[in-house]
């Protein structure tokens, strides 16, 4: 029984790959789409083949995942069950919120529901690193929008002082010309970022079935190239919904503002990554870096009313997936004799 339930949560966890592709489609092509830089077909390829080159170039953030929590590897069946249940759990929030176009984060949909799954278990057979939690996840959660939004607003404060007296309309044109290089950037690191979160769950599986088998820090090359996969195929179906909220709603973007939203997200998701090793929310930062990037134009100029609900779905999401994880455990226990 404990390799059906293996191969039942690495599928699941694909699964939450994918949907985490769709949903966070929007946080690479919104901007570069809504500014006509590019067709929303060749963004939608651009993000796909960037997302999958950037979950092979490293694992630092997947092993933080892994570290979440401590599981009983002598019940490894019960272990895996809650697995299981977070990746249900967070795949239940991330199709609520793609629903509604509210661009909530996956990477905290994930954690938080290993953080539920793994209490409604109770800690004698899982336990949760809140070290870990609060200096890897928490922390960063609160951080990487504020040096978004801080840095998206500088970055466009000095395109503005550097082209004051050029045209606006060949500007304009320039930096259309450069949202390629910048879209390509974020897709490279949401990528780097949220492949790795899935990477980890399913390392996560593997150690506790497989303990004599898969162990130490390197993950197994197929475990990169199936979390890759699944993401950058997840990441071409699209994710409309969310692309209108980022892309329009917050605010009318134009492309010098696009670019500078772009960039400024790209560089948070490699730093956190590689510096920190900190799973960091891509929607998070690309959303507070385009409310930087528009509040240059002036303070009104984004629709402050959207962007509150938005930062209600941030506040949500780490409990709501929690709970949902929970009481997916608790419809578990009884089928598999819990």
């Known amino acids: 029984m404990t390799l059906g339930i293996l191969i039942a949560v690495i599928v699941i966890a694909l699964a939450f790959d994918y949907t985490n592709g769709f949903h966070d489609a929007a946080n690479a092509i919104a901007t570069s789409v809504s500014t006509r830089a590019l067709t929303p077909k060749v963004a939608l390829t651009l993000a796909a083949v960037m997302n999958f080159v950037g979950a092979l170039l490293g694992q630092e953030v997947a092993h933080t995942v892994a570290d979440t929590l401590s599981l009983d590897a002598a019940d490894a069946k019960h272990a895996l069950v809650i697995v299981l249940s977070a990746l249900v759990g967070a795949i239940t929030w991330n199709l609520i919120t793609w629903w509604f176009g509210l661009p909530s984060s996956s990477s905290h949909a994930l954690i938080g529901a290993l953080v539920g799954a793994a209490l409604a278990a109770g800690g004698s057979y899982a336990s949760v690193h809140w070290q ?72 996560l599986a593997l150690t506790v079935a497989y303990p004599a088998t898969y162990r130490g820090d390197h993950l197994p090359l197929w475990v990169v190239i199936a979390a890759a996969s699944a993401i950058s195929l997840g990441t071409y179906s699209g994710g409309w919904r969310v692309m209108r909220t980022l892309g329009r709603k917050i605010i009318q973007l134009d492309p010098a503002r696009g670019f500078s939203a ?28 385009i409310m930087g990037a528009g509040a240059t134009q002036r303070f009104n100029a984004v629709r402050w009313g959207v962007a509150g609900n938005i930062v209600a779905g941030w506040v949500l999401t780490f409990p709501a997936a929690g709970l949902a994880a929970a009481l997916v455990y608790e419809l578990l226990r009884l089928p598999f004799g819990l």
């Open 132 to 203: 870990t939690i609060v200096d890897k996840v928490l922390l960063p959660m609160v951080i990487s929008p504020v040096v978004g939004f801080a840095a998206a607003f500088l970055v466009m404060l000095s395109i503005m002082w550097i082209f004051r007296r050029r045209n606006q309309h060949k500007v304009y044109r320039g930096f259309r010309a450069m949202q390629t290089v910048s879209a390509a950037a974020l897709a490279l690191g949401h990528g780097l970022q949220d492949a790795q979160k899935t990477m980890g769950v399913i390392f």
């Open 262 to 289: 772009e960039i400024v997200g790209a560089s948070v998701l490699y730093g956190t990554a590689y510096l920190f090793h900190a799973p960091i929310s891509t929607t998070h930062t690309i959303t507070s870096a």
